[in-house]
């Protein structure tokens, strides 16, 4: 029984998906990037990648529990859109465990996340898991609900869940010069967007009845997907830009590229009714932005 309640809050932080392994990956890319080649392969490294996950999943359960009414409505969603992500996130909502439960858990791994990056990284590190978690608990806890909020929900998100992160890992090293991570900042910037823009496409059906007003929900699909065409047009531009000087963008590039063929592709074939990325195209994508970190750490 409680092997099956620990197995439970575990899936409620999503542990079983894709997202927070790429939180942790972006960590990881800072941490890096500001190391020697000696620690790549190093203890140090595995436990920066480990307590980041944790620190992302405790989000995740947080917002789950704000997320209830949301979350639930997708039962009775069509089949062929969105209906996978009830099951597969948010197990408040399902009812295999209490809010308070949740909330507890989510509480915990924030604080052993934490006291690591601390201990490991000092007060920047700790400030940077702080400040993420606690506008990760605005994003969805109202008063506030942050993602509610016109066009400040996808800024945060890119910064936040984006940018951040990546700082939040370099800080255990060092606190350099902004404008030499400037274009990696810039890139995880766009990518963090595009992530929450697809997020957003999948939930809008459910997100427009139980009245949460995100962006894609104020705009409406057609209109927003314009905005997805800008952004993802904007990240080609930029990676292009950056080609000569970070010939490893070309990683980025085609995971941008894929972003825009497969979207167009989707919203052509069904007429915006389900625009959102792919799931093989979307897991394709996350590779390639993988690779671009691989490749930035190798050649840098």
């Known amino acids: 029984m409680l092997f099956r309640e620990f197995y439970v809050l575990l899936k409620n932080c999503r542990f079983h998906l894709i997202a927070p392994y790429i939180n942790g990956f972006v960590v990881l890319f800072g941490f890096l990037s500001a190391s020697e080649m000696s620690e790549f392969l190093s203890i140090n490294t595995a436990l920066v990648f480990l307590f980041s996950i944790l620190h992302t999943g405790a ?4 917002n ?16 062929d859109f969105a209906r996978w992500n009830l099951s597969a996130k948010n197990q408040v909502a399902l009812g295999n465990v209490s809010k308070g439960k949740a909330s507890l858990f989510s509480l915990g791994l924030f604080c052993l996340s934490t006291l690591y990056f601390y201990f490991a990284g000092g007060l920047w590190a700790a400030f940077f898991a702080m400040i993420i978690f606690i506008v990760g608990w605005a994003y969805s806890a109202p008063p506030l609900k942050l993602k509610n909020r016109f066009l400040l929900d996808l800024v945060i998100h890119g910064l936040f869940w984006g940018s951040f992160l990546f700082l939040m890992g370099s800080s255990m090293k060092r606190i ?18 595009l992530w929450e823009l697809h997020n957003y496409f999948e939930d809008y059906h459910a997100d427009k009845e139980t009245g949460s007003r995100t962006f894609v929900v104020r705009l409406g699909l057609r209109r927003s997907f314009y905005v997805y065409l800008l ?14 000087i970070m010939w490893s963008t070309t990683a980025f590039l085609g995971a941008m590229i894929l972003y825009l063929v497969s979207g167009l592709k989707t919203a052509k074939e069904n007429a915006l ?10 897991y394709v994508a996350n590779i390639f932005l993988l690779l671009w970190i691989a490749t930035s750490l190798y050649f840098r």
């Open 59 to 62: 989000i995740y359960s947080l």
């Open 64 to 79: 789950n529990v704000y997320d209830v009414e949301s979350d639930a409505k997708q039962l009775t969603a069509s089949e």
């Open 176 to 193: 350099g010069s902004l404008h030499s991570v400037m274009p990696h900042l810039i890139l995880i910037f766009f990518a963090s967007i």
């Open 231 to 244: 952004l993802v047009g904007g990240a080609i531009a930029y990676s292009l830009f950056l080609i000569p």
């Open 273 to 282: 009714k389900t625009m959102f990325l792919p799931r093989k195209h979307f």
